[in-house]
């Protein structure tokens, strides 16, 4: 019953927002909000901030239906929207004079506030709040917080090519919804169905770059992720995937994802894989 449910959710939530993103599309163009991408083509930025408000519809149908997973729906619903929206002020304000997290904390040092560095703040405030949330040892909140602001982070680094980042937060979520259902918990990762539809139903505008989720997108992708992780995996687990992304971090400071992508066959097929 349960898995019929959530197929249901699934499918619902992805139809919904392959409807309603052209009109966002349209609505940004109209606006005149455009900028270039890799190709040089004038595409509207920061479309992602539809997820949190797609997704705040079927989590007031899910607390309506049961009143019981309150709690969840608006921690994941505080999450995703406060993450969203500081994603989506540095997709209108930021430039690109700064980046990696070492250069914005460098700028902050030096007493300029960069939209990056504000991000940052905010992401692992955000994350703090999460995690004690559903945590109670300080070590583990520690933990916790760093995973969903790193994961934050990391798919703000892979989105620079049309649906990268999509495609690695599929593979993610199906691999953490693979390891639940190994250890019986799968029911952890229902609250995030209803935004894993949206997210999929706005794939296609991404992949065929007729639009950029921008920060505003890749923020609310890394956090779930995140979220989920933190919130349904042992300790240890936690603190191999914590080491995982510390390594990615280190790695990406000196080396560019895209460059490792392209010298790589297999990753290079997947990365285009779908695109126009």
Not at 224 to 239: D, H
Request: hydrophobic share 55%; net charge positive.
């Amino acid at each position: 019953m349960l898995t019929i449910y959530v197929l249901l959710i699934l499918v619902a939530a992805t139809f919904f927002s392959f409807a309603l993103t052209p009109f966002f599309i349209e609505m940004f163009e109209r606006s005149g909000r455009l900028v270039k991408n890799y190709r040089g083509e004038m595409i509207p930025q920061g479309i992602g901030i539809v997820f949190p408000l797609y997704s705040l519809l079927w989590y007031v149908l899910l607390t309506l239906i049961a009143k019981r997973s309150l709690l969840n729906a608006l921690s994941i619903q505080f999450a995703i929207t406060t993450i969203c929206f500081i994603g989506f002020i540095d997709d209108m304000l930021g430039t690109r004079d700064v980046l990696g997290l070492k250069g914005h904390f460098k700028s902050l040092l030096k007493g300029r506030l960069t939209t990056g560095a504000l991000k940052a703040v905010v992401g692992l405030l955000v994350a703090f709040v999460i995690s004690i949330s559903f945590t109670s040892g300080f070590f583990e909140v520690i933990v916790n917080t760093l995973i969903i602001a790193l994961f934050t982070n990391f798919f703000n680094l892979l989105d620079l090519r049309p649906g990268r980042a999509i495609k690695v937060y599929i593979i993610a979520f199906l691999g953490i919804i693979v390891g639940l259902n190994l250890t019986d918990k799968f029911a952890a990762a229902v609250p995030f169905i209803p935004l894993a539809g949206s997210i999929i139903g706005y794939m296609p505008y991404d992949l065929k770059a007729h639009s950029m989720m921008g920060d505003a997108g890749s923020n609310v992708l890394g956090a779930s992720v995140g979220f989920l992780a933190a919130s349904a995996f042992s300790l240890y687990t936690k603190i191999a995937i914590l080491a995982c992304l510390i390594g990615v971090h280190i790695f990406t400071e000196k080396y560019s994802l895209t460059e490792l992508i392209e010298k790589n066959s297999f990753l290079k097929y997947l990365d285009n894989l779908g695109r126009s």
